[in-house]
């Protein structure tokens, strides 16, 4: 009988659907409803807007160390690494779920199982990295979009088990997606190591400074995301008042969330004939722009029905970005700063420093401004990191002009 090769395309694209599947329910239960279950442990909205802050920050000091470390030791499986951190949030999420807490051990908690989540968003768009690097043809787009359909999904059924039951619930299905993902993540084969990359002539020191001084392009990338994010965070993190104020309830923002994230596996289904008709950098500009619009939009809905039709500009906005960031900020580094570009990339969105930055602004401002009027705030940040996105597509392209006439 033929043995079957590990590193078939179409089975490690497989594994690696199932393991964003099973990811993505986990982290919909530990993150998606952070209003709802910290506002269920009786946290003010000026509270939950400063915790969500911590874990952002926390997630960027803690994903820059792991990312350097895993650079610079590519002998340690990356599987191995993301292992340590699923078992790190188990243990947070047991203990909320156990152990009554007072509320700064909760906040402490909370944000060391969150941010340990949150790194591993990055982590696994790493991996799949490291067998393109290797030299396997596997698709990412797919893949991915088999998480953001399982996080729609997942939503919507918490949504409703919410309202059924409590938040109380989150807890346990997050300890159990947990588990899953580490069986299916070691299910994966290791991955082939890439070419090594060219020696810096000048002996340049293999930095987070030296990279981005060398790479104007990834530096406008990263603020795009970071002025980006930070408007379209508090989006997120205030969804339940956006559905509270026209009458909706937990079930209705559930649906609303499934709306959000399902509407993305149809353009990431797409995302391989897409590429070859648009260029990456472009489709940047308009995810940029279409995140934007969504703000606007989601801040003037005056219904249930009208806030469901503007959550349905995601399937522009992060159904391009999910993808396309990911391969845009792979295709601009060297394969020894792959995974460093990865989470820089994540720690720079609404799960960064956007984020931090965000949450910040929006604790500060909601209750004297209002949510209506921070939204507006938010509109015009979008705005201001679509046109930096804008930039960062021409900078890129005047450097590939450029290579190719020096070619």
């Not at 078992?87 to 047991?94: D, R, T």
């Not at 947990?178 to 060219?198: G, Y």
Request: charged share 10%; hydrophobic share 50%; with cysteine.
């Amino acid at each position: 009988m033929k043995q079957r090769d590990p590193y078939d395309p179409l089975r490690i694209e497989a594994i690696y659907g199932g393991m964003q599947g099973i990811y993505w329910a986990g982290a919909c239960a530990m993150t998606a409803f952070t209003a709802v279950y910290l506002g269920w442990q009786g946290f003010s909205d000026a509270q939950i807007g400063y915790t969500a802050s911590l874990i952002y920050f926390a997630t960027i000091t803690l994903s820059l160390a792991l990312s350097s470390f895993s650079d610079k030791h590519p002998q340690l499986p990356l599987r191995r690494l993301m292992t340590t951190l699923f078992l790190i949030a188990f243990f947070a999420a047991a203990v909320l779920h156990f152990v009554k807490l007072p509320i700064l051990l909760m906040v402490a908690a909370y944000t060391l199982g969150c941010c340990t989540d949150n790194c591993l968003g990055s982590l696994t768009s790493a991996l799949m990295m490291q067998y393109l690097n290797g030299g396997i043809p596997v698709r990412y787009g797919w893949p991915r979009g088999v998480g953001s359909i399982v996080y729609a999904i997942v939503a919507f059924v918490l949504g409703i088990l919410m309202d059924t039951y409590s938040p109380g619930v989150l807890m346990p299905v997050f300890l159990l997606m947990d588990v899953l993902a580490i069986c299916v993540l070691w299910c994966m084969p290791k991955p082939p190591q890439p070419k090594a990359p060219p020696r810096r002539e000048n002996g340049e020191k293999d930095s987070y400074f030296a990279m981005l001084r060398r790479n104007p392009t990834l530096v406008l990338l990263l603020l795009a995301c970071i002025i980006s994010g930070m408007g379209s965070c508090p989006v997120s993190t205030y969804r339940i008042r956006l559905v509270e104020r026209l009458g909706g309830s937990a079930s209705q923002m559930g649906l609303m969330v499934f709306l959000d994230a399902g509407i993305e596996l149809p353009m990431m289904i797409l995302s391989a004939r897409l590429l070859r008709k648009v260029k990456v950098e472009t489709l940047l500009c308009v995810s940029f722009l279409a995140s934007a619009i969504k703000v606007l939009l989601l801040n003037l809905a005056g219904s249930m029905t009208v806030l469901y039709l503007a959550t349905l500009m995601n399937f522009f906005s992060f159904g391009i970005y999910g993808f396309a960031s990911v391969l845009f900020a792979n295709a601009i580094v060297a394969p020894n700063e792959a995974v460093r570009s990865q989470s820089l990339l994540s720690l720079c969105y609404t799960s960064g420093l956007g984020g931090i930055l965000g949450n910040l602004l929006s604790g500060a401002l909601i209750d004297r401004m209002g949510l209506t009027n921070l939204l507006f705030l938010d509109f015009g940040l979008c705005v201001v990191g679509a046109a930096i996105m804008l930039w960062c597509r021409n900078t890129y392209q005047r450097q590939k002009q450029k290579e190719t006439a020096a070619g």
